[in-house]
């Protein structure tokens, strides 16, 4: 290729390409604003879609400008992210899974290429083809930071609804005057069993509770680290004048209690919930006296 | 000779509290798959439980390789955790009940020993520490007796 005429275009394709959408950008905004990415998440006003598009196009150019074309880190994105990742989520809860996002993204392309090719229609063919792979790689890098805000998003949505489990997880049931029960379910990691104590620290105060009864029915495992929070629990438990019973200690989980090594008989332990609530009312001095029809033989 | 049967084994990353659930979960899997009593299961996820946290806590994040193996026609689990971490001064202290460089209760190590049929540990300062352990489905294969 002749010099000269490499000279009349500018010499980094990744400027040009940025030129040209800044230049371009109310055509793309007006084509994006009618792909299905954008036409699905605006439905009310095109307006909001075509200026939502205008923000990601000056991005676009700004990446490009910086010349970083295949940085998904790079400054320009920043701005659009939180964008993205609104646009994402709601295509998410329309329920368009990650390859159908993607699949949306990628159709933002075409109408761009299309318009970069008649831009250039009489560039050379060597700096034709390096513009539009500065643009097939921006684009594609857009789609990468897209496909990130959105894999966020969800892992947002997991973490947020895994700090409601722990709260959910954790009722504070009051069996009988002075006697409260929190049945756990599930896995007793730090966070959690910082909340259980609080809760059942708690129920304790309220309740006025003589007794509290920590069901492990359903834990599925118990390590040294969870016989360490059971024990703190019902120290604290202890401190505050009420006498902590752990019930559902199941067969298999006693002997690896045992094998691991941990003395829980500072614990006070009961087969079962209603094991324990029967020692804890026998402590009360409360009597059940059983039904004297079931427990007569009839003569 | 022990040989892994290779067809599941897996490779499990340890760098947060999730992870560790992951382990336990694949762990009791697997040994409900292979066969393992409800005992030995229980048994050998809470041994996992310990060195998983221990490779996440003490070494900064790791692994756990997972693989079947058999001896002599007995299946078995074999579990490989490996981090790179400070690694362990002193094994014997380490491995003596009641002692931790932190706030546990120091039971993990030696209550995972206690908990499977073999544990080797092998770790070096500054490199980091591997620890694995093998359970068989009843009880540690027998040596054939000699006639
Ligand atoms: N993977 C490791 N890397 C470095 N140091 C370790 C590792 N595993 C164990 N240690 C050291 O050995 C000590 C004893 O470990 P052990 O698991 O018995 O107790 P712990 O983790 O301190 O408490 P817990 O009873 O809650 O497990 C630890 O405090 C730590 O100093
Ligand atoms: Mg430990």
Redesign the interface.
Known sequence: MPEQQAAEHQSNPAEEVGAFLRERREQIAQRWADAALLRTVFTVSRDEAVEAARTVVEALAAVAASGRVADSEADGFAVVREQLARTAQSRARAGAGIAQISAEMDALRPPVTDLLLDELSDAPAEHLRECTTALTVLMGTLRLVMLETTMNAGQDLINRQRLELLEIATPVIKLWEGIVAVPLIG?L???RSQVVMEILLDAVVEQHARFAILDITGV??????V??HLMKTVAAARLMGAECIVSGIR???A??IV????DLSSVLTRASLADALAYALQEQGDHIVPNPASAVEPR | MTHSTGSVSACLPIHSDLDLVRVRQHVRQMTAHLGFGLVEQTKLVTAASELARNALVHGGGGQMECAPVTTGGIRGLRLVFSDQGPGIADLEQALSDGYTSGEGLGMGLGGARRLVHEFSIDSRRGVGTTVAVTSWISGPPRPREAH
């Open positions: 896995t990691d730090s966070a599925p495992t118990v390590d040294s680290l016989a360490q067969p298999a989980i002997q690896t094998h691991l090594g941990i």
